[in-house]
């Protein structure tokens, strides 16, 4: 077993951890506003340098998000990116719960990307550091209920109307975000187009929900009025932004730019961005409202943070002529620079 600390000017600190079963890292990449809070995700990386660079752009997104929606914690990330595939989940869970120990707090753990609610669960048998509950034993759908607020808030100022019926909205990845979100669009009679790398979601989302299936390049025929990208990050990248043809970009994937610049490549081209940390805030204001209050309905009025948020960050967008991003970024460095 090997346990290092990694210290850079990227980050607070990242902690690397390599035995027989399983490599893991955690990035604490700023403790200003609280200890760090962020998801541990199950995704292989070849070496550890591919992997940090993965965890430590997504902790950064972390600080930017629990800040942008004012919840008292910093960002952070974790990643298991090798592990024994022989060995059972709950054994490579019970040394993550020994980092967990090891880091004392600086960091609390939740759900992810290819991990659940019920990791968490076996997690707190052995450390007092993850977060992430079911109720009624359902996992209540914050992230998506967040995405979707910004989508009504967004469409009220872009298409006057917070009303999505007959609004075509693109929606990438089918996961425990997307899946959830397309049912909140569909409330609504939205005309929501879908694909996933999964064709048996895809199906599924046809079938029980009145989707549409299509690839991804339907985002370039100027059919679609709203891309929401729901899977992993990079979706929006230097060589697909100049075809886009799309009137507004909004989803719970993390990191969607490929650079931040590409923020004022979509504002020249009059395609609004809404900040993906802002969009998928969902997930930590559903953490913190964790304790004897905590019920759909309660989380849901707590989420509407998002909507709020997107109605002032684009009035000041439309004020100073420039992206979204900008105003949220000056917001999130304003706390950050004010601390707690």
Known sequence: MVLKVIQNDNFYKAISYTSENVSLLVVIDDVTLGPALGGCRMLEFSDEKEALHHVARLAKAMTYKNAVVDLPFGGGKALIYQ???????????????????????EYYTADDVNTTVKDMDFLRKYTKFARGVFYKGQQIPATSFGVYQAIKAASSVIFKTPNLKGINVFVQGLGKVGYSFVKLLRSEQANVFVYDIQPDIVQKSVDELGCIACTPDIVYRGTIDILSPCALGNSITK???????????????????????????LYDKNIVYIPDFLCNAGGVIDVDCEGENYCPEYVYRRVGIIYDKTISFLNKSKENSCPVLDIALDYVHSKLKGGK
């Open 83 to 105: 592990w024994n595939h022989q060995k059972s989940r709950n054994e490579i869970f019970r040394e993550f719960a020994d980092v967990l120990n090891y880091i004392n707090g």
């Open 239 to 265: 060589d697909n932004i100049q075809d886009l043809k799309v009137k507004l970009i909004a989803g719970g994937a993390n990191n969607q730019l490929e650079n931040p610049s590409l923020a004022q490549v």
